[in-house]
C-alpha cells in the first residue's frame, strides 16, 4: 500500500533529537498500559479515564506468543483492534515487543518456543540450572524472534498507512539476574574466547568520549588491546556484565534491523534501574543502563537509543544520566504518583524530552490524575515553544555542557538525592527559583492515596519550566514555583518585570490573556510566582534598571 502520511522520524541520533510526526515536532505526553490492559474487551472502561489526562500517546505491549501462537502462523486480531480504538479515540500508540524478553525472563515466548528447549536453549545459571531466559548466544533464539518481529513490522506497514504507531520499543527490560551472565554452553565458550574485533575497533574509536566507569574499567586501553573478557574487562562480576550486555546488544540490533527492514520506525530499548547499593548479578545486569551505554551502542547501531524506566525518587539524577550517556531522554515508564506531573515538566523544560509516560496509566486517579492532566496541559499549550527551544540539558547542579546560554530549562525542588542549583541560566538571565508544595486536599480518612501515602499527608508537586522566547521575554509554565531573574554579566544591573499575565494558548496557537498580574500576584513586581496546587502559564516582560 502506498503511504501518504510522511513517517514518523528522529531527527538525530543525538541528546538533541526530536520526534517529528506528520512533518511536525511531537512531544510525547504518554502513558503505559499495564501489561494485560490493552486488549478490546478490558480497555474499553477505561478510554474516559485516558482521556481526562490529556494524553496524546498509549504504550501497548504486543505479546510474541499472542501473534505467533504457532510457527509461522499470525494472528493480529488484538493488534488491529488496539489500531483501531487508538485511531477512534484520537490517540498515537508506542507499541512494545514483549518478544525474547519481558523483565529479565522469557515469559512472552510462544508454548513452541518455551517448550523446545533443545532448539530453543536458556542461559543458565553458574551452577548450571536452565532459566525461563532465552539465552542470547543461540542464533535459533534471535532468529525466532527476529521473524515474528519483521512480520509484525510488515503487518504495520500494511495496515497503518497513517502511522498511528510512532515508535516501538524492542523488547522489555532486558537483564540477567541473579548472576551477571548466563552459564549455558554456548555462553561459556564465548566467554572464554577473545573479545571481539568489532568491540574493541568500536572501543578504540570512541575512547575519548567513552562513559566515566567503562573509562576506569579500560585504564591500560590501547590500539593493541587483546584478550579475553576477563583479560580486557578484569575477572569480576562488572566484566561479566559488559560480555553479557555486548550479546544481549547483538542480538536486539539483529531483532531491530529485521524489523526496521520491513518498516522503519523509531526504535529503542528500556532499562529496568539499578537498586542503590546492589551490584552486577544482584539487579537485572546487562540491560541498556547508562554505564553499558557505550557497549549498546556498539552492538546495537540499530536502535535509535535506550531508555530508562524510572520509578526511584531521585528522577532528575536517573533522566540526566541517561542525556550524559549520549541518549536524547524518552521516559517509556514512570511511577504514577503526583510528582509524575512534575517529572514530566522537568523531563520536557530541562532535556526537551521526546516523551514521559507514568506506568499503569489506566490505574491513575486522585490528585496524581489531576495532577498529569494539569502538567499535560502546559506541556501541549507549549509545545511548539518547547520543540523550538535549545533545552539546559546539563547535570542538575553542573554548569552547562556548551558555552552558548541554553534559551529553556525544566526546575524541580531539591530533594535529599537531588540538590538543583538555586541560579540557571535561560536566554540571557539568570533565573533563581524557590518552591512550595502545599498539601494535597484529603480524601477520605483512612484513604490511602497513588503515592500510598495515607490522606492528607501527601504534598502536591512543584515544577516550571522556563523558556525564553526572545529579548526580555520569557514563557513559564508550571506550578508552586516562583522565579526571580538576574544579570549574569553581574553588570549591576537590576532585572525588572515590566509585566506578567495569565493566559492560555489556544488550539490555533493564539495567546488568550486570562489576567494580568502586575500586583500582588507579583508581590509589586519583585517576583514571578506560579501558584502552588494550579497549573498556570504566564507570560513575563522584563527590563533592566540602575
Ligand atoms: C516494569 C516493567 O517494564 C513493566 O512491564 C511492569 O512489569 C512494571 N515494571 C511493573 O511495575
Known amino acids: 500500500m502506498n503511504t501518504t502520511t510522511p513517517k514518523p522520524y528522529l531527527t538525530s541520533r543525538g541528546t538533541d533529537a526530536r520526534l517529528i510526526v506528520g512533518g511536525e515536532p511531537f512531544l510525547i505526553r504518554g502513558g503505559e498500559l499495564g501489561n494485560s490492559s490493552g486488549e478490546r474487551a478490558y480497555l474499553n472502561n477505561y478510554w474516559p479515564v485516558l482521556e481526562s ?5 498509549l504504550l501497548v505491549p504486543v505479546y510474541w506468543d499472542a501473534i505467533e501462537p504457532n510457527e509461522g502462523q499470525f494472528e493480529w486480531r488484538i493488534v488491529d483492534e488496539l489500531l483501531e480504538d487508538a485511531r477512534a479515540h484520537n490517540m498515537r500508540l508506542v507499541l512494545l515487543w ?5 523483565n529479565s525472563m522469557s515469559s512472552y515466548v510462544p508454548a513452541w518456543v518455551k517448550t523446545d528447549f533443545e532448539r530453543f536453549p536458556r542461559a543458565r545459571s553458574a551452577s548450571g540450572m536452565a532459566m525461563e531466559i532465552l539465552s542470547p548466544f543461540y542464533q535459533a533464539n534471535q532468529d525466532a524472534d527476529a521473524k515474528a518481529f519483521a512480520a509484525l513490522m510488515a503487518h504495520l506497514r500494511e495496515v497503518d498507512p497513517q502511522h498511528t504507531v510512532i515508535m516501538v520499543q524492542v523488547e522489555n527490560e532486558i537483564g540477567m539476574i541473579p548472576g551477571a551472565r548466563d552459564h549455558s554452553a554456548a555462553a561459556n565458550k564465548a566467554w572464554s574466547e577473545p573479545v571481539p574485533a568489532e568491540l574493541l575497533d ?8 567513552l562513559g566515566d566507569t567503562l573509562k576506569a574499567q579500560l585504564a591500560d586501553f ?3 588491546t587483546e584478550g579475553t573478557w576477563a583479560q580486557v574487562f578484569g575477572d569480576t562480576p562488572a566484566a561479566e556484565e559488559i560480555f553479557q550486555a555486548w550479546a544481549f546488544a547483538k542480538y536486539v540490533d539483529a531483532v531491530t534491523a529485521a524489523g526496521k527492514a520491513e518498516l522503519e520506525l523509531p526504535m529503542f530499548t528500556n532499562a529496568a534501574l539499578i537498586r542503590t547499593g546492589t551490584q552486577p548479578g544482584q539487579y537485572p545486569s546487562a540491560g541498556p543502563l547508562p554505564h553499558l551505554a557505550d557497549i549498546w551502542r556498539a552492538g546495537a547501531p540499530a536502535l535509535d537509543f535506550i531508555a530508562p524506566d524510572i520509578y526511584f525518587p531521585n528522577y532528575a539524577e536517573w533522566a540526566d544520566a541517561y542525556v550524559t550517556s549520549g541518549n536524547p531522554l524518552f521516559v517509556p515508564e514512570a511511577l504514577r504518583s503526583v510528582d509524575a506531573a512534575a517529572n514530566a515538566l522537568y523531563s520536557f523544560g530541562k532535556h526537551g524530552a521526546i516523551g514521559f509516560c507514568p506506568f499503569g496509566i489506566e490505574s491513575i486517579s486522585g490528585n496524581a490524575a489531576r495532577m498529569l492532566a494539569g502538567a499535560n496541559e502546559v506541556v501541549a499549550q507549549l509545545a511548539p515553544y518547547i520543540a523550538a527551544a535549545d533545552a539546559d540539558r546539563a547535570p542538575q547542579g553542573r ?7 541554553p534559551t529553556m ?4 525542588p531539591p530533594t535529599d538525592n537531588q540538590r538543583a542549583p538555586h541560579r540557571i541560566r535561560v536566554g540571557d538571565y539568570d533565573v533563581e527559583a524557590t518552591y512550595e508544595r502545599v498539601p494535597a486536599p484529603t480524601l477520605a480518612d483512612g484513604v490511602i492515596n497513588e503515592s500510598g501515602q495515607a490522606a492528607g499527608t501527601e504534598k502536591l508537586p512543584a515544577a516550571a519550566i522556563v523558556i525564553s522566547t526572545g529579548e526580555d521575554e520569557y514563557l513559564v509554565g508550571g506550578i508552586g514555583v516562583t522565579l526571580t531573574f538576574h544579570d549574569p554579566t553581574r553588570s549591576g544591573d537590576i532585572i525588572g518585570i515590566i509585566s506578567a499575565a495569565e493566559g492560555r494558548f489556544d488550539e490555533t496557537g493564539e495567546w488568550d490573556q486570562i489576567r494580568w498580574l502586575n500586583g500582588d500576584q507579583t508581590h509589586q513586581g519583585r517576583h514571578i510566582r506560579l501558584e502552588p496546587g494550579r497549573f498556570a502559564i504566564q507570560k513575563v516582560k522584563l527590563y533592566r534598571y540602575r
Open 53 to 57: 489526562l490529556n494524553l496524546n500517546t
Open 98 to 102: 514483549f518478544g525474547s524478553w519481558k
Open 202 to 209: 568500536y572501543l578504540y574509536a570512541h575512547r575519548a568520549e
Open 222 to 224: 590501547d590500539a593493541n
Open 399 to 405: 554548569a552547562q555542557f556548551s558555552t552558548t546560554a
Open 409 to 412: 530549562t525544566g526546575l524541580l
